[in-house]
């Protein structure tokens, strides 16, 4: 065995004392490979473990431990009414044990077993009852523990093959010569100042805290350390964009802001004037733009983002648009192409379907400056996209990308223009936009390093839109209201889940489009047009399918959510849709906004038998406001950031300790922190600074393509 001494945080496991081969495997399973590892496993949660006492000594009312034999089970009941009653007896008299709806315990807790348990006591019959307590088995292979003195214990996550009380062991028997090796990256008056305590201080109460205030206090500082490495990272990009690259100054006149207006088929709002007054003072700038235009459905983004495109291409330059799917690109090639008809700006459409010979040719075309405005998919950041002077980069929907596509689209911007050591290469401006209304901690978390311009007001003439949640008995009662909507001239959508039907893990059925398509087409609207339209069909179906509605021959589009953003027919005044329980809120205000886009007064109907409180209160709200800022928030509340933008999306961070639900207070200074930092010293190269650069580059460096500022 190693001396103490000698251990380090890149020690291994296996050869210290009170941990061994056996359980070093264990631990490896879960990652935890070594010392710095094995002290850095955060703990779920801090638990308060009373003294035991014997069962004689016990009060009701209190939480109490003690330990015993179980002389006695038994099931009673079936089904969610069942409970598991147990007997466990000590020397001094019986204290009874009951789990509800717990079958499993018959199995985890057997007669002749000994036991330590913990819960609140409340009196039954002669004696006490604990309800659902905490049960420990006490191994008879080992010698039994010695009573138990109250203490804060924290609880791990573990697996079937470790648990979390022998991680607890293995943590401590490396923590005392662990903690010692521990370097804090914030000096002691940054510390002080912001009630933080030592980095070494913060782990020993994370795994043995004296109070749960302590442990708290723990939490605190190493979320703390999560956001202000985030944000420190996002602000050295910042900083590195604004003084190491250069993008082409665009300028803006009176005359030519005139003559862009006019291509506009109606008079733009006072908040998308705002917005664009922001816009242009960026483009008029040799300093990169970096803006996240954010708006509600149908506020009028995609007119705004043409209008900066616009600047470019009368600079002499290009301008792109990347759209997440083809049904996307080919909606804003269509409403930029009727906007641009009779102007010489040349607007071409790349997707994935753009092949052989066509493909070729456009690509030529971009590469010698004879296309002015490109609007597609991914496919404009294949490396065989080249343009000749790309100065405007629009990106939608942007939380469908990750940062490395933003990163990629802009380095379609020129080489350096100066081949001397030093020159600023050259970029495009970028300009992102959601139509999923962000919160505020999302957006200094996800989209720090962008500027935001926010347009919150609808264009004239949009009417509310109604909302109504109904249950799946009235299903019928639905589509006959539909179908005298449909006898009006108005048209309708009708949203699903799936393109296939199926079953969740639960059983529970999952409706699909083509299941549905047949039951409309052969039961309530069996005398109307319906087609149907999703991610599989080919793009040229797709297209055919949505002009046919466009054109109004067709009146029902059954749908999944790709008709999600982009989709704007005027004439559809009414949604159906089907499972509503089974989408997000953001989600499914996304698609009730590809309503109320006309005249008509427009109604979105939500067929749906929540089965959880989270998905009735993701209903109440969709029902109550038609207002996207209000239900992003509330979204974020209930699903928080890994649901909302999906767990996968590249850029977005993974906290082990913060929670930006519970911590907005604590990201507010961290990012106050770190731009006062980094406005002072831009590219951390300080002595006192290396620390900091090496664990915020380890952190994100890859993340936010930050390789070039260390």
């Known amino acids: 065995m190693p001396d103490p001494a000698s251990i380090s945080l890149t020690s291994p496991l296996a050869p210290i004392k009170g941990i061994g081969q056996r359980t070093a495997d264990q631990l490896a399973a879960l990652g935890l490979t070594n010392v710095g590892k094995l002290i850095a496993h955060i703990p779920l949660r801090h638990e308060r473990h009373e003294a035991e006492a014997n069962v004689r000594e016990l009060l009701p009312g209190q939480i109490v431990s003690t330990r015993g034999e179980i002389v006695a089970t038994r099931p009673v009941g079936n089904g969610k009414r069942s409970r598991f009653e147990a007997v466990l007896m000590d020397a001094t008299g019986r204290l009874d044990l009951v789990w509800f709806n717990a079958p499993y315990m018959r199995d985890k807790v057997i007669p002749g077993m000994r036991v330590r348990v913990q819960g609140k006591a409340k009196s039954f019959g002669y004696g006490l009852q604990l309800t659902n307590p905490k049960l420990e088995p006490l191994r008879p292979e080992h010698s039994e523990p010695d009573r138990r003195e109250a203490r804060i214990r924290a609880v791990y996550p573990a697996s079937e093959e470790i648990d979390s009380a022998r991680i607890e062991r293995a943590i401590d028997a490396v ?65 590195e964009l604004r003084t190491r690259l250069r993008a082409p100054a665009l300028p803006w006149t009176e005359k030519l802001d005139a003559h862009i207006r006019a291509r506009f088929p109606f008079q733009l709002t006072d908040a998308q004037n705002d917005v664009i007054k922001e816009i242009t003072a960026d483009l008029s700038s040799p300093v990169p733009s970096n803006r996240l235009i954010q708006g509600d459905v149908g506020s009028g983004k995609t007119v705004v ?16 648009l990347m759209a997440p799917t083809e049904l996307l690109a080919e909606q804003h090639f269509a409403s930029i192409s009727r ?166 893990a639960s059983g529970a059925d999952i409706r699909g489009v083509t299941d549905v398509l047949e039951q409309l087409t052969k039961g309530p609207l069996k005398s109307r047009r319906v087609e149907a339209v999703h991610g599989r069909l080919p793009s040229r179906d797709r297209e055919r399918i949505m002009q046919s509605f466009r054109d109004a021959r067709i009146d029902v589009l059954v749908a999944t959510t790709v008709i999600e953003v982009g989709v704007d027919v ?141």
């Open 305 to 320: 983002a043409l209008y900066a495109m616009l600047l470019a291409v009368a600079d002499g330059h290009q301008a792109a």
């Open 175 to 239: 923590l005392d010569e662990a903690l010692p090796q521990l370097e804090d990256h914030l000096p002691e008056p940054f510390r002080v100042a912001r009630d933080l305590p030592e980095l070494r201080e913060a782990y020993r109460m994370l795994h043995r805290p004296e109070s749960m205030e302590e442990a708290a206090r723990a939490v605190r500082r190493l979320a703390y350390d999560e956001l202000l490495m985030l944000q420190v990272s996002v602000a050295l990009k910042r900083a």
């Open 570 to 710: 005027p004439n559809a005044a009414i949604m159906v849709i089907e499972q509503a329980d089974r989408f997000g809120l953001s989600q499914l205000h996304q698609l009730r906004g590809r309503v109320g886009r006309g005249t008509h007064e427009s109604v979105c109907i939500l067929i749906a038998d929540p089965t959880t409180e989270e998905a009735r209160a993701r209903l109440a709200a969709i029902a109550a406001t038609s207002d996207g800022f209000a239900l992003a928030e509330k979204d974020f509340e209930l699903r928080g950031m890994g649901e909302l933008f999906g767990s996968r999306q590249s850029g977005t961070p993974a906290f082990r300790v913060a929670d930006l639900v519970r911590d907005r207070d604590l990201l507010a200074m961290a990012r106050r922190d770190a731009m006062d930092w980094v406005a002072r010293s831009p590219t951390l190269d300080r002595p006192e600074e290396s620390l900091l650069k090496r664990r915020v580059l380890k952190a994100h460096g890859q993340g936010l393509a930050l390789g070039d500022v260390g």
């Open 339 to 504: 906007m641009l008809g009779g102007s010489r700006v040349r607007v071409a459409l790349l997707t994935a379907s753009v092949t052989g010979d066509a493909r070729d040719g456009l690509l030529s075309a971009l590469r010698e400056g004879r296309i002015d405005l490109l609007i597609g998919t991914h496919a404009l950041i294949t490396d065989q996209v080249e343009f000749k002077s790309l100065a405007v980069a629009v990106i939608d929907e942007q939380h469908r990308f990750g940062v490395h596509q933003r990163a990629a689209l802009r380095s379609k911007g020129a080489a350096p223009s100066d081949a001397s050591a030093g020159a600023q290469s050259v970029t495009p401006h970028v300009l992102v936009m959601t139509a999923t209304p962000i919160p505020r901690t999302l957006a200094i978390t996800i989209f720090g390093d962008l500027d935001v311009s926010t347009i919150r007001s609808l264009p004239a003439g949009r009417k509310p839109i109604r909302t109504r949640v109904v249950q799946s008995p009235q299903r019928d009662e639905v589509y006959s209201f539909v179908e005298k909507r449909l006898e009006k001239g108005q048209q309708a959508y009708v949203v699903v889940p799936a393109i296939d039907a199926s079953e969740d």
